[in-house]
């Protein structure tokens, strides 16, 4: 079924939304007392910003559009009650998103990236070990179903946790096959439709450093296996330049 890039394109971020607002950074304002402590360090500040994905990471057939702007006040499971972390003895350091790429041909697609720095490698470590286990992947599931609307319903058909190349000292990654519910209207006539698609999310650390990384898909043109894997090793190659021990 033919559907025009702006509904597809609609579509992804809707997804894209719910899953950054549940799961990677969280506005300060809102931080709740069991989120990680925020002293921003302008080396680290600076380090987190160079991990995240810029346009000519993507190659041809992409287009950035500014990201939303926030402070880094959650860890890579924020907003998971499934998760009942306590982050409070963490602190984060620095932190930044990347632009929304979106796919700008008729099959549609969205990337995104997020890459936040802690004190210390240990803490890092902490924040891995309490929220990349299995109930990680509910709170994906649950954020991204909790974004339909009454025109539009987003269900999880599947999820499971992906068998995945070591590009870092840390990385999980997970998939959810998600089903877009609709109706349009074709000859004048009302049809529903359902549209096939795939978010992976996956999950990268190395050092005092983390980044995940968004991408979604539909099926209909679904993006290859490596050329998702080669945008997270193109970011887990520069968590690896760490200011604090990089000459």
């Given at each position: 079924?033919?559907?025009?890039?702006?509904?597809?394109?609609?579509?992804?971020?809707?997804?894209?939304?719910?899953?950054?607002?549940s799961l990677v950074l969280c506005g300060a304002a809102?931080?709740?007392?069991?989120?990680?402590?925020?002293?921003?360090?302008?080396?680290?500040?600076?380090?987190?910003?160079?991990?995240?994905?810029?346009?000519?990471?993507?190659?041809?057939?992409?287009?950035?559009?500014?990201?939303?702007?926030?402070?880094?006040?959650?860890?890579?499971?924020?907003?998971?009650?499934?998760?009942?972390?306590?982050?409070?003895?963490?602190?984060?350091?620095?932190?930044?998103?990347?632009?929304?790429?979106?796919?700008?041909?008729?099959?549609?697609?969205?990337?995104?990236?997020?890459a936040f720095t802690w004190q210390t490698a240990e803490?890092?470590?902490?924040?891995?070990?309490?929220?990349?286990?299995?109930?990680?992947?509910?709170?994906?599931?649950?954020?991204?179903?909790?974004?339909?609307?009454?025109?539009?319903?987003?269900?999880?058909?599947?999820?499971?946790?992906?068998?995945?190349?070591?590009?870092?000292?840390?990385?999980?990654?997970?998939?959810?096959?998600?089903?877009?519910?609709?109706?349009?209207?074709?000859?004048?006539?009302?049809?529903?439709?359902?549209?096939?698609?795939?978010?992976?999310?996956?999950?990268?650390?190395?050092?005092?450093?983390?980044?995940?990384?968004?991408?979604?898909?539909?099926?209909?043109?679904?993006?290859?296996?490596?050329?998702?894997?080669?945008?997270?090793?193109?970011?887990?190659?520069?968590?690896?330049?760490?200011?604090?021990?990089?000459?």
């Open positions: 079924m033919f559907l025009v890039g702006s509904s597809r394109r609609t579509w992804c971020r809707t997804v894209l939304a719910a899953v950054l607002g809102a931080a709740a007392s069991t989120d990680p402590q925020v002293q921003i360090a302008p080396a680290d500040q600076s380090w987190a910003e160079s991990i995240v994905l810029r346009a000519g990471d993507l190659g041809p057939g992409w287009e950035g559009s500014a990201a939303a702007e926030s402070e880094p006040g959650g860890g890579t499971g924020a907003g998971c009650p499934e998760l009942g972390t306590d982050e409070s003895d963490l602190t984060i350091t620095g932190g930044n998103s990347s632009p929304e790429f979106l796919r700008t041909s008729g099959a549609g697609g969205l990337v995104s990236s997020t803490q890092a470590q902490a924040d891995w070990d309490r929220n990349v286990q299995p109930a990680l992947l509910t709170c994906l599931a649950r954020s991204v179903q909790s974004a339909s609307t009454k025109g539009l319903k987003i269900v999880v058909t599947a999820k499971r946790q992906l068998t995945y190349p070591a590009v870092a000292p840390r990385s999980a990654a997970y998939r959810l096959s998600l089903l877009y519910k609709t109706t349009v209207k074709i000859k004048k006539k009302r049809k529903k439709i359902a549209v096939p698609a795939t978010l992976d999310f996956v999950a990268l650390g190395n050092g005092r450093a983390t980044a995940i990384l968004l991408v979604i898909s539909f099926n209909r043109a679904a993006l290859s296996e490596t050329y998702k894997q080669s945008l997270a090793t193109v970011m887990a190659l520069r968590m690896a330049s760490d200011p604090n021990t990089t000459p």
